[in-house]
């Protein structure tokens, strides 16, 4: 695993995040949105890091919650999740995009909705890769008892 590596990308979607969190304060709705796709982008990136040690190219982030569930096993939530929030998902993913090619301007509650949103996803896989990691550490040790009881 690269810890370094994931660090730098934990840190850099945090400051992603408060920085959408001071555009918003700021009344520059475009970049709040801008900046809150981004935090999100790279905390998923960093978690697909983390636990499957691959950096994938993409900026979709229905994408990279895809691989993210392969990565700590969570398939089913991931997927309902996607089901349930692909018309959000895609109006941030679309942020990435129109930053950059099409003038989109972007209202106050638009704004405040997906800064909100990209929170929420955060903090949803970041319980998934919690509960992923339990599990695992539970399993190691259940794996140990049995070698030391064999012996």
């Known amino acids: ?24 304060a700021r009344k520059k709705y475009d970049s709040a949105v801008f900046l809150a796709e981004q935090g999100l982008q790279l905390y998923l990136k960093a978690l697909i890091v983390k636990y499957a040690n691959i950096k ?6 229905r994408e990279l919650l895809g691989f993210l569930a392969e990565a700590i096993e969570a398939q089913d939530k991931i997927s309902e999740f996607i089901k349930e929030s692909r018309k959000i998902l895609r109006e941030l ?3 990435y995009i129109l930053a950059r090619y099409e003038p989109k301007v972007y209202e106050k509650d638009e704004a405040e909705e997906l800064v909100k949103f990209a929170k929420d996803v955060i903090k949803f896989v970041g319980v998934l890769a919690d509960e992923f990691e339990r599990r695992i550490s539970e399993e190691y040790d259940k794996k140990g008892e049995r070698e030391v009881h064999h012996d």
């Not at 695993?1 to 918003?24: G, P, R, T, W």
């Not at 994938?56 to 982030?61: F, I, Q």
């Open 93 to 95: 993913e679309s942020a």
């Open 56 to 61: 994938p190219k993409t900026h979709s982030l």
């Open 1 to 24: 695993m690269h810890y370094k590596e994931v660090e730098v990308l934990l840190n850099k979607s945090a400051e992603f995040i408060e920085l959408a969190e001071v555009a918003l």
